[in-house]
C-alpha cells in the first residue's frame, strides 16, 4: 500500500470526524452560545449544503492546478475552518468555520479519489479508493461517540482542537507522501471547465450520478429515522442506540474494503449486488424491526451493502468522464442531494402516519430505483466498449 494512500486516509478521517462529531456536542454548543438546539442544528445543515456547493465550486476552480497542490490546499482550508471553530467566539463566527471547513470536503473526496487510483495499477483502483474512504468509513464510527467524549470531558472546543490537529497530521502526509508526479493530471483527462463540461454529454456519466444519488438517497432516508425506529418499533432503550449506531459503522467499514476489492474484479456487477442487497436489507429491516436480533443483524448489513457500491460509484464516473476532476465532485454532490432527499421523503413518510417503519420501506423503494438505473447503465456500456466495464476508460 502506498504511504501516499495513508496519509489520504487520514486526511478523509479527519473530514469524517468533523461531520459527524458535531451530532454529539450540538447540546453543549447550543448552551455555549446560548442559542437553541434548532438553531445550533444548522452547524450541521449547513455543513451538508456547503459540502454540495464545494464539491463543483472548488474543483472547477481549480481544475488546472496540479492535484497535489489542490489537495494541499484544500487540507489547509480544512484546518482554518475547524481552528476558526475551536477558537469561536460566537456563534455566528463557528456557523462560518463550519462552512469554511465544509467547502474542502466534496473536492477532497472528488480530487483525492483521482489521486489515490493514480498511485496504484490500474486494475487496483477501486481498492485504492475504498483505502482513501476507509478514514470517512472508521469517522462514522467514532465521529458521534468520540465528539460527546471529548465533549463531555474538556469541553466541545477540545473536539475541534483535535480535529484540527488530525488535519495538519494529515497535511503533513499529503506533502511529504504523496508524489506529485503520481498526483498529476492523466494526459487524456480534460483540465479546461469547457473541456470538463463536455465530459458531461456522456449518458453514462449521468446514469451513474442519478444511481449514486438514488442508493445515498435511500439509505439516508432509513437512516435520518432509525432511532427512532430502534426506540419506537425495536423496544431499544436510547442509550442502546449509540451502539447500535457503531455496528452500522462497522459494516460501512467492511462494505467500504470488500466492496472496493469486488468493484476491481467485476465492477458493474458489484454496483448491482450491493444495491440490490441494500434493497433487500431495507425491505426486511422494514418487516423485521420489532425484532432485537434481526434488527442488529439488518443495521450491520445496512452498512455494508450501502457503502459496498462506493468505490466503483467513484471510479465508474471518472471513467467514463474521461478522468474529469469535475464529475468526481458532483459525484460528491449528487451523493449530498440525494441523502437531503431521501431524509424529507422519510420524513413525509413519518408525517403521513405510516409509522417508523415507513421510511425503511421508503428508502427500499428509493434505492430500488437506483438498481434499475445501474441495471440500464451496464447493458448500455457491454455492446459500446466489448469488455467488462470494470477495466479502466483512462490511460495513465
Known amino acids: 500500500m502506498p504511504t501516499g494512500l495513508v496519509a489520504l486516509a487520514v486526511g478523509g478521517f479527519g473530514i469524517g470526524l468533523t461531520e459527524f462529531l458535531i451530532a454529539g456536542l450540538l447540546p453543549q454548543v447550543a448552551s455555549s452560545f446560548a442559542v437553541s438546539e434548532a438553531v445550533a442544528g444548522r452547524l450541521i445543515s449547513g455543513y ?3 459540502v454540495a456547493v464545494g464539491a ?3 474543483t472547477a476552480a481549480t481544475a488546472r492546478l496540479p492535484r497535489k497542490h489542490v489537495l494541499v490546499g484544500l487540507v489547509v482550508l480544512f484546518v482554518l475552518g475547524n481552528l476558526l471553530s475551536a477558537i469561536a467566539p460566537s456563534y455566528r463566527v463557528m456557523l462560518l468555520g463550519r462552512i469554511v471547513a465544509a467547502l474542502c470536503h466534496g473536492s477532497f473526496f472528488g480530487i483525492g479519489s483521482l489521486v489515490a487510483r493514480s498511485l496504484v495499477a490500474p486494475e487496483r483502483a477501486s481498492r485504492a479508493v475504498a483505502v482513501m474512504f476507509a478514514g470517512l468509513t472508521v469517522a462514522n464510527v467514532l465521529g458521534v461517540p468520540f465528539g460527546a467524549l471529548v465533549g463531555e470531558r474538556w469541553g466541545w472546543r477540545a473536539a ?3 480535529v484540527t490537529a488530525v488535519g495538519l497530521l494529515a497535511l503533513a502526509g499529503i506533502v511529504a507522501f504523496v508524489p506529485s508526479r503520481a ?11 469547457r473541456d470538463q463540461l463536455h465530459a458531461f454529454r456522456s449518458g453514462q456519466v449521468w446514469l451513474t450520478l442519478a444511481a449514486t444519488a438514488l442508493g445515498y438517497g435511500g439509505m439516508f432516508g432509513a437512516f435520518s429515522y432509525i432511532a427512532y425506529t430502534f426506540t419506537e418499533v425495536g423496544g431499544f432503550s436510547s442509550a442502546d442506540v449509540a451502539w447500535l449506531l457503531m455496528v452500522y459503522g462497522v459494516g460501512l467499514v467492511v462494505g467500504n474494503l470488500i466492496g472496493g476489492r469486488a468493484a476491481d474484479h467485476d465492477r458493474d456487477r458489484t454496483l448491482l449486488l450491493a444495491l440490490a442487497g441494500l434493497t433487500v436489507t431495507l425491505a426486511l429491516f422494514g418487516l423485521l424491526a420489532a425484532h432485537a436480533t434481526a434488527s442488529v443483524v439488518l443495521v450491520f448489513l445496512m452498512g455494508v451493502f450501502g457503502f459496498a457500491g462506493v468505490p466503483g460509484l467513484i471510479t465508474r464516473v471518472t471513467d467514463h468522464a474521461q478522468g474529469a476532476a469535475l464529475a468526481a465532485g458532483a459525484n ?4 449530498n442531494i440525494g441523502n437531503a432527499l431521501g431524509a424529507w421523503a422519510g420524513g413525509l413518510a413519518i408525517t403521513a402516519g405510516l409509522g417508523y417503519r415507513a421510511p425503511l420501506y421508503v428508502g427500499a423503494g428509493i434505492v430500488l430505483g437506483s438498481v434499475a438505473v445501474m441495471a440500464v447503465a451496464a447493458h448500455r456500456a457491454r455492446p459500446s466498449s466489448g469488455r467488462r466495464d470494470s477495466e479502466p476508460a483512462v490511460r495513465r
Open 56 to 58: 463543483i465550486a472548488l
Open 183 to 193: 498526483a498529476g493530471t492523466p494526459p487524456t483527462a480534460p483540465t479546461g471547465l
Open 332 to 335: 460528491v454532490s449528487a451523493s
Open 160 to 162: 475541534f482542537w483535535a
Open 48 to 50: 451538508a449544503l456547503s
